[in-house]
């Protein structure tokens, strides 16, 4: 806790580098409702429907570059513990389009325009 407003101010760094330099591309990332302040724990991309994205391929091409991309979180109830309800439409629909990117406090502009370059390639390629 002693840390937390330079920690949350390194997350927030990171997240507008980001968004930033994803601009220009058919996604989407955190929301900061008016009033609020987002730490940014994970900056997530939450690809445009309709817009051809292979989640899985991105992932695949992050490991191979050893970039640290995690799946956005899975439907509660597409876990084999809870009862099927995919009825919830809204998280059926963002979890194949959504991927958490790296976002260590201390990441480097460098390390994130590698991130960037993926992405973008993965879009280019579509």
Avoid: C
Wanted: proline share 7%; charged share 25%.
């Amino acid at each position: 806790m002693e840390r937390i407003d330079e920690l949350v101010a390194d997350k927030r760094r990171v997240f507008e580098y980001y968004k930033q330099h994803l601009q220009h591309l058919p996604l989407a990332m955190n929301p900061e409702p008016e009033g609020t302040t987002n730490g940014y724990w994970m900056p997530t991309i939450v690809v445009d429907e309709g817009v051809p994205f292979d989640r899985n391929r991105l992932l695949a091409a992050f490991r191979a570059d050893n970039i640290d991309g995690r799946v956005f979180f899975w439907p509660l109830s597409s876990l084999p513990t809870f009862k099927n309800k995919s009825s919830n439409g809204v998280s059926y629909a963002i979890f194949p389009r959504a991927l958490n990117l790296p976002s260590y406090h201390d990441i480097t502009d460098k390390q994130m325009e590698r991130v960037i370059e993926s992405i973008r390639h993965h879009f280019d390629r579509q």
